[in-house]
């Protein structure tokens, strides 16, 4: 829980004959931490009922 940060993924194919040259691709991944909310204490009410905090 919490972590984030930047995963660089590179896949590489090789070349199979008679072509001589790998082919690459790269892409870059961002992860972000799960934001924390607080939506205050629990209550109950009843239909047509209203709230206020």
Known sequence: M???GI???TLTA???APCTVPST???EI???A???VDA???AQICEGDS???
Do not use: F, R, W
């Open 2 to 4: 919490g972590e984030s």
């Open 14 to 16: 090789d070349a199979i």
């Open 34 to 36: 799960k934001p924390q």
């Open 25 to 27: 691709s790269q892409t």
């Open 40 to 42: 205050g204490n629990d």
């Open 7 to 9: 995963v660089n993924l």
């Open 51 to 53: 709230y206020h905090h």
């Open 30 to 32: 961002i992860i972000t």
